[in-house]
């Protein structure tokens, strides 16, 4: 059973805050992990996908970090804002049954103005 | 217009009714996917079709069944719903097989089995 986990489960910030989570995911057979940005009651949207050891990707003030080796990714927000305020998901890709991902179970922000 | 859309997008019925959930798209997309949210358990695998004649149960098919009526629908059906089925669901989309192709979520069906 493939297992992907996230922590903190929740975190609740105050606006102008720096905070990091992480995923934890199997370190062999590593293809790719994605990650997904889900606002309450829209749906969830892609955020950054990321396959190679050492990635680092941004966008804006979120950027993420990848460890293949050791099957962990870091989701960095700097300097939150109300509007950062979502769930935040990885999946980890596995070509089991023909390709799917697996899902952690997110961590929920709550950023506060 | 969203490119994947669901129906209905809250959904309330008793113990024991057969429910159908609905999801088109225009993406053009081959795959589709049919996932429940639970609270602190994240999006789980109902099942998955690759395309109009490929469905595959994903971790939780137990109690649902599918209906791949085109390449732009799927739809979920729960034969006789029981409360634990209350959840979120959510349906989604993607381009291929590889694995960094993204998944693009519809808006979700809030179900209530009461």
Known sequence: ILNVEQSPQSLHVQEGDSTN???????????????????????????????????????????ATLNTKEGYSYLYIKGSQPEDSATYLCAFFTYNQGGKLIFGQGTELSVKP | DADVTQTPRNRITKTGKRIMLECSQTKGHDRM???RQDPGLGLQLIYYSFDVKDIN????????????QAQAKFSLSL?????????????????????TDTQYFGPGTRLTVL
Not at chain 1, 27 to 36: I, K, M, R, V
Not at chain 2, 57 to 68: A, T
């Open chain 2, 57 to 68: 149960k994903g971790e939780i098919s137990d109690g649902y069944s599918v209906s791949r």
């Open chain 1, 21 to 63: 989570f992480t995923c934890s995911f199997p370190s062999s057979n590593f293809y790719a992990l994605h990650w997904y940005r889900w606002e309450t009651a829209k749906s969830p949207e892609a955020l950054f996908v990321m396959t190679l050891n050492g990635d680092e990707k941004k966008k804006g003030r979120i950027s």
């Open chain 2, 33 to 35: 996917y049919w996932y």
């Open chain 2, 79 to 99: 034969e006789s719903a029981i409360p634990n089925q209350t959840a979120l669901y959510f349906c989604a989309t993607s381009d291929g097989t590889r694995s």
